[in-house]
Structures are given as structure tokens and as C-alpha cells.
């Protein structure tokens, strides 16, 4: 049983990214809670499975295909919400693809892609999920960042970490905006979380999961259940008072400087 400050009874949520990794974990860990899905994904396919698991809890799942870097598709997607739904209680803001390209040889044409999967994208679920939230009166707002909004990744990210560096500040002007009207919003940082892409990048680089390894003091990478009970924290009345945080979801890579060693030396 849920304690009755992380229940999500009767809650609705959208959750985009739903087909897989962070967004499907987050998705099956608000309905575990009792709340409402509207999944998200271009993989419709990926987002039915999804969809089969969170009704097998005797929850509601509705499941809508929408690219999120195209505000025409988001707020269709929203009218869709409405007919289903009638409110929205949570969003998670979850799907989003990173380019990567050295600063010398990265195109504009693909900084711009970039941008619209990762700023602008979420800049327009957050503001058609907030209008609603608030003439409600309420509602909580997750916006899934990375690390590299607050510190330099290189090997490629400059596209990826200046979007990210985006979501950051909207993340923190958003909650200045409108937590007084009842309205949180708050962003997880993850480092780096198992997924198709990161697997097929270590995959061409074995070297890369070493180097990953040796930043994070937890001494693994983390996995999409790592967000789950935080999902559930930032869209239940347990997190009342939270809004505008940037929350690290990184084994302890964020605290450890440069020079720091993992365990103990002699």
C-alpha cells in the first residue's frame, strides 16, 4: 500500500518518452501509485506495451504518437489529453534526442535540431500543461535535464550540453512564474542511465564505460528504475514545498570533483 502522502490516486499524468528507459519506468511507477497515464512516444508500438502493463494495475492508459520537437503535434496532443482526460496533474517532460558534434564541425542546421528536441519542445509541453495546472489551481511539472546543464561534458556534447543548460534556467524561471499559483516545477539531472543509444556508444568505445565509471562514486551507471521513487516524491504531495530544484540523479558523480578518489587510499 502507498502511504497516503506519495498516493497518486485518482491523479493524471502525462508522460512523454513512455516507450522505453526513464519515461516507461516513470510512467509504471506514478500508475503503481494509482495514478492515470497518457503515454506519449513516437514509438507507438513501445508505448501499447507500456500502455498493457499500467492497465494490468486497473489504471486508465491512453496512449498518443507525437514528436516533441513540433509544437503543431504537442498541442494536438493536448486536445487529445483533454477528450480523454478532462485535467492533467502531472507531466513528465521526458522524451527529447541530444545531437552530438564537435563545436568546430557541428552544423548550425543541427544545433537548431537540437534546440527544438530539447528546449523547445519542453518549453511547449510545460506551457500547454501549465495553462491548464493553472486555471486548475494545481499541478506538478517534472523536466528531465542532465548533469550537463551544470557542468562541462566534452567529447561531442556542446549542442546537447547548451540545450540542457536551457532547461536548467526554464526549469527555474517557470517556478519563480507560477509556484505562488500553485503550479511546481522541478528538474532530475541524470548522469549517465543505461539506454539503446548509450549502449550502442559503449558498444563502438569500450573504453567509454570506464570513463564513465570513473566519475561516479556508486560505482555503477544508473539504470531507468533509479527514477522512479523520485518520480512518485515530485508529483505526490510529499514534495509540497519542493519547486524551481535542479535534483542530481547521478551516484554521486556531481559531488566528486576532478581530483577525487573512489573508497579508500592508502
Same mark, same amino acid.
Request: charged share 20%.
Given at each position: ?5 506519495f498516493?497518486?490516486? #485518482?491523479?493524471? @499524468?502525462?508522460v512523454t518518452?513512455?516507450a $522505453?528507459?526513464?519515461?516507461r519506468a516513470? @510512467?509504471l511507477?506514478?500508475?503503481?501509485a494509482?495514478?492515470? *497515464?497518457m503515454l ?5 508500438a513501445? @508505448?501499447?506495451e507500456?500502455?498493457?502493463?499500467v492497465k494490468?494495475m ?6 498518443? $504518437?507525437? +514528436?516533441?520537437?513540433?509544437p503543431?503535434?504537442?498541442?494536438q496532443l ?5 477528450r480523454?482526460?478532462?485535467?492533467i ?5 521526458v522524451? #527529447? ?7 568546430e +564541425?557541428?552544423?548550425l542546421?543541427e544545433?537548431?535540431?537540437?534546440w527544438?528536441?530539447? &528546449?523547445?519542445?519542453r ?5 500547454e500543461a ?8 494545481? #499541478? ?10 551544470m557542468? =562541462?561534458?566534452?567529447?561531442g ?5 547548451m =540545450?540542457m543548460?536551457?532547461?536548467a $534556467?526554464?526549469?527555474r524561471e517557470? !517556478? ?10 522541478n =528538474?532530475?539531472?541524470p548522469a549517465q &542511465? &543505461?539506454?539503446?543509444?548509450?549502449? *550502442? /556508444?559503449m558498444?563502438?568505445n569500450?573504453?567509454?564505460k ?10 555503477? *551507471?544508473?539504470?531507468?528504475? %533509479?527514477?522512479?521513487?523520485l518520480?512518485?516524491f515530485l508529483?505526490? %504531495?510529499? !514534495?509540497s514545498?519542493i519547486t524551481?530544484?535542479?535534483?542530481p540523479m ?8 576532478a581530483?577525487?578518489?573512489?573508497? /579508500?587510499?592508502k
Amino acid at each position: 500500500m502507498t502511504p497516503k502522502m506519495f498516493d497518486l490516486t #485518482g491523479k493524471i @499524468a502525462l508522460v512523454t518518452g513512455a516507450a $522505453q528507459g526513464m519515461g516507461r519506468a516513470m @510512467a509504471l511507477a506514478l500508475a503503481e501509485a494509482g495514478a492515470h *497515464l497518457m503515454l506519449v512516444d513516437r514509438n507507438e508500438a513501445g @508505448a501499447h506495451e507500456t500502455a498493457i502493463a499500467v492497465k494490468a494495475m486497473d489504471r486508465s492508459a491512453f496512449v498518443a $504518437q507525437c +514528436d516533441v520537437s513540433n509544437p503543431t503535434e504537442i498541442r494536438q496532443l493536448f486536445a487529445t489529453h483533454d477528450r480523454a482526460f478532462g485535467r492533467i496533474d502531472f507531466l513528465g517532460n521526458v522524451a #527529447g534526442e541530444g545531437i552530438l558534434g564537435t563545436p568546430e +564541425d557541428i552544423s548550425l542546421e543541427e544545433v537548431e535540431r537540437c534546440w527544438r528536441n530539447l &528546449v523547445l519542445g519542453r518549453f511547449c509541453m510545460c506551457q500547454e500543461a501549465g495553462r491548464r495546472m493553472l486555471a486548475a489551481g494545481r #499541478g506538478s511539472i517534472v523536466n528531465i535535464g542532465s548533469l550537463a546543464s551544470m557542468t =562541462a561534458l566534452g567529447r561531442g556534447h556542446i549542442a546537447y550540453s547548451m =540545450a540542457m543548460g536551457a532547461v536548467a $534556467q526554464m526549469t527555474r524561471e517557470l !517556478s519563480t512564474e507560477w509556484s505562488g499559483r500553485g503550479v511546481r516545477v522541478n =528538474a532530475i539531472l541524470p548522469a549517465q &542511465v &543505461v539506454n539503446p543509444g548509450l549502449e *550502442l /556508444r559503449m558498444a563502438e568505445n569500450p573504453a567509454l564505460k570506464d570513463k564513465f565509471l570513473s566519475g561516479i562514486p556508486s560505482g555503477r *551507471l544508473g539504470q531507468p528504475d %533509479d527514477i522512479r521513487g523520485l518520480a512518485v516524491f515530485l508529483a505526490s %504531495d510529499a !514534495s509540497s514545498w519542493i519547486t524551481g530544484t535542479l535534483i542530481p540523479m547521478d551516484g554521486g558523480n556531481l559531488a566528486a570533483n576532478a581530483g577525487a578518489t573512489m573508497g /579508500r587510499t592508502k
